[in-house]
């Protein structure tokens, strides 16, 4: 059974972690490998779910430390505090406390702490780590949509349509009038236009979807250039 930390040690936590990266954000300009996929809240609604949709990144991450502050074993706050260091592009800072989330959550906060992992190690170009993040978030709780989702994102920007089909038919039939979809953070734009063209294109939306890939045909990340280009070449 896991141990729930205290408060205190809580606080140290995220304290030193954003400290450790300095006042300056660590974002990396993408490399040719770099495929992010969406991050998920562990409490998708509530008002510092909404600020941070928003991009009031202040006002949720005080609301998530408020969260903590009145139940230190709530860990899913401490998820989406990551997702606010992730936001601003403290990706060490946020890795350090999604370890914490997965290493002492329960099931479902563990499992949005590991869809997290993956999104980081994804948008860092290691797609076999966060591969094999989003399958251990999956096997927590097969019914739940989310890592589906993200399943589908990292093996189309793979080339692996079968696979990305496969998941996201699996996504969207756990996920019937998407909830689960609508709640997820986006750290690039470049995440939901490829979330919503691959949609698009299982609903047989084509306009909507040769849209959303022709934008991502031009886009920064040269992985999902790539993915647009075989959809749009009809591969």
Do not use: K
């Not at 941070?52 to 609301?63: E, F, H, K, P």
């Not at 793979?158 to 709640?183: K, T, V, Y």
């Not at 999902?224 to 749009?232: D, K």
């Amino acid at each position: 059974m896991h141990r729930t930390p205290s408060l205190s040690r809580l606080a140290v936590a995220a304290t030193v972690a954003l400290a450790a990266c300095g006042e300056a954000a660590d974002v990396r300009s993408p490399g040719r490998g770099a495929t992010p996929l969406v991050a998920l809240l562990a409490s998708p609604a509530g008002a510092p779910a909404e600020r941070l949709r928003s991009g009031d990144l202040q006002a949720a991450r005080a609301g998530f430390e408020a969260e903590l502050g009145s139940d230190p074993d709530r860990l899913g706050a401490l998820n989406d505090l990551a997702v606010t260091y992730v936001l601003e592009g403290h990706a060490d800072a946020a890795r350090r406390l999604l370890d914490e989330v997965v290493s002492n959550g329960g099931p479902r906060d563990q499992q949005a702490g590991l869809v997290n992992l993956g999104e980081l190690y994804a948008a860092e170009g290691y797609l076999s780590a966060a591969s094999a993040y989003l399958e251990t978030a999956r096997g927590i709780d097969p019914s739940r949509p989310e890592p589906w989702y993200a399943l589908a994102l990292l093996a189309d920007s793979r080339g692996e349509l079968g696979g990305a089909r496969a998941a996201l038919r699996e996504a969207l039939r756990l996920d019937e009038g998407g909830q689960a979809r609508s709640a997820f953070a986006f750290v690039y734009v470049e995440e939901r236009v490829h979330l919503e063209a691959l949609v698009a294109e299982q609903a047989g939306e084509r306009s909507a979807a040769v849209a959303g890939w022709r934008a991502l045909a031009g886009g920064r990340f040269p992985a999902l250039a790539a993915a647009a280009e075989r959809h749009l070449a009809g591969d």
